[in-house]
């Protein structure tokens, strides 16, 4: 192979699995779905025995998620849950996490509903307050767990204060990256210890995908996760990682394009007379805009919006035409979702009202189609 060092991350990330398979010089990587592998002799191995433990086809993503990242050691999984509870698995009975609030609703419910009845115990907080992030840390807290920008409120943590609080309490900073990707954010550069995706979202792409992606950044916490992904199997196929590894090379351009796109819309929200309230961190009113700008080279393509009454948010649902009313984010495909309902709808009523997660509240993912007919279905469902 190349050396590749040199070369930019969108480089990189178009390259990946180009020429590593050196009898044919395939351009495009190789399936391998054989899930076993012939020992040269006793004792002996091609690096590769069993598909659980390695596979040709993953090794080649995780190897470049972990590049892309900065990280020493990629895995990738068959969700982002998969991901997640990989590294849930991580904690021992009695320990305690500090937790966003503003927070994937499946992550609070393999939380509360999972890892609760293995005696590990969870703070919810404000993450974009790094001093109640503080004063949420116990004696038995092991590790911070950050979505941001949040979801669906899209509230921006700030990620240089956490993780130095987290290099001074000696915890596990992890930082859930789905919303942004790597090609705006990079949490090891604030002292992440992991990122963590859903590859369901950006990082695939197309709504074709299902897949998660762990990162460490050093090697020791890396090997610690990658025996846990041996011993439990949440693995990725090697069709799927094939899949994932196409969808890469685009990551850079769909990403550019989507944040274009959400920008637009969410400038055109904000004038809508019928729009009462709109999250997107691109924007100078949103809070903040300030620590994105700072932080990230990019403010992704979320945005979210209330409507004036919740009759309303359910007839835009009903009448979007290009947009489709479906959960799920990050694709080409533009999407709509009632959080309230829908993905955060396992978080308890009174919860979801405390964090302003009503029935009046949409949010979009903006995807890479002419932004013009993007605002038109919104203009003709606001009507
Ligand atoms: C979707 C999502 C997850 C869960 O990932 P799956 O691939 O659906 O299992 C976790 N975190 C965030 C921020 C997500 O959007």
Known sequence: MKPTAEYSQETNLIQLGVGVDERTGAISLPIHPSATYRHPGVG???????????????EVLEAGMAKLEGGARGLAFSSGMA????????????????????????????????????????????????AAVANAITNQTKALLVETPGNPLLGIADLAALGQLCGERKLIFAV????????????????????????????????DLCAGILIAREKELGDQLYFLQNSTGAILPPFDC????????????????????????ARWLEQHPKVTDIYYPGLERHPGHELSCKQASGFGGMVSFRVESDALARAVLK????????ESLGGVES??????VQTHGDIPEAERKRLGIC???????????SVEDIIADLEQALA
Request: aromatic share 12%.
């Open 44 to 58: 002996e191995s091609t690096g590769y025995d069993y598909t659980r433990s390695v596979n040709p086809t993953r």
């Open 83 to 130: 991901a997640l509870t990989t590294f849930f698995l991580h904690f021992s009975q009695g320990d305690h996490l500090v937790v966003s609030e503003d927070l994937y609703g499946g992550t609070y419910r393999v939380l509360d509903q999972v890892f609760a009845n293995f005696g590990l115990t969870v703070t919810y907080v404000d993450t974009t307050n790094s």
């Open 176 to 207: 859930d990256n789905t919303f942004l990707s790597p090609i705006l954010q990079r949490p090891f550069e604030f002292g992440a210890d992991v990122v963590i995706y859903s590859a369901t979202k950006y990082l695939g792409g197309h709504n």
């Open 242 to 265: 094939w899949l994932l590894l196409r969808s890469l090379k685009t990551l850079t351009l769909r990403i550019k394009r989507h944040c274009e796109n959400a920008l637009i819309v």
């Open 319 to 326: 009448r979007l035409q290009l947009i489709s009313f479906a």
């Open 335 to 340: 999407l709509m979702t009632l959080p309230a």
């Open 359 to 369: 029935e009046s509240l949409l949010r979009l993912s903006v995807g890479t189609e």
